[in-house]
């Protein structure tokens, strides 16, 4: 029980760490947040779930761009790392966050950036999906290789 809950807070706070260390890139209709290459360690550990929610609902209070975001993209987080978790044994576990976050932080980002939907749509999913495949994915092989 304790690796579990000390492993989803390392997780927690490396999210954070992460996202603030590269602030310009975490936030706005270009997110290349680094700290989103977590969002695939459910595949390895279902205590990636909590402490990705967790992480992402303290960087979004942080990172100032109000409660829609602090509880919506928190939310959104929580889904697509639940998701990961359950197609873990598929390529699909890389998809959920890709796919969850350009469409739905889009929803309520667009009118907070004031920019169209689908263009949010476009640049948070390639944005989310250069983060996710090309650090995530590789990420997740080094660790498994390692049996962490």
């Not at 939907?117 to 989310?128: F, I, K, M, P, Q």
Request: some cysteine; charged content about 10%.
């Amino acid at each position: 029980m304790s690796r579990y809950v000390s492993r989803g807070a390392l997780i927690a706070a490396l999210y954070i760490v992460i996202t603030f260390a590269l602030k310009p890139f975490s936030f706005g209709p270009w997110q290349f947040r680094a700290s989103e290459a977590l969002t695939v360690l459910p595949i390895l550990w279902p205590e990636a779930i909590p402490g990705l929610y967790i992480g992402c609902f303290l960087a979004n209070i942080l990172g100032g761009l109000g409660p829609w975001d602090i509880f919506g993209g928190s939310a959104v987080t929580l889904l697509a790392a639940y998701i990961t978790y359950h197609y873990r044994r598929s390529f699909l576990a890389y998809l959920s966050p890709i796919v969850l976050n350009a469409f739905l932080v889009s929803l309520y980002l667009a009118p907070i950036l004031g920019l169209p939907y689908w263009s949010l749509v476009l640049s948070l999913g390639v944005s989310e999906a250069v983060v996710v495949l090309g650090l995530g994915w590789p990420l997740v092989k080094l660790l498994h290789s390692a049996r962490l």
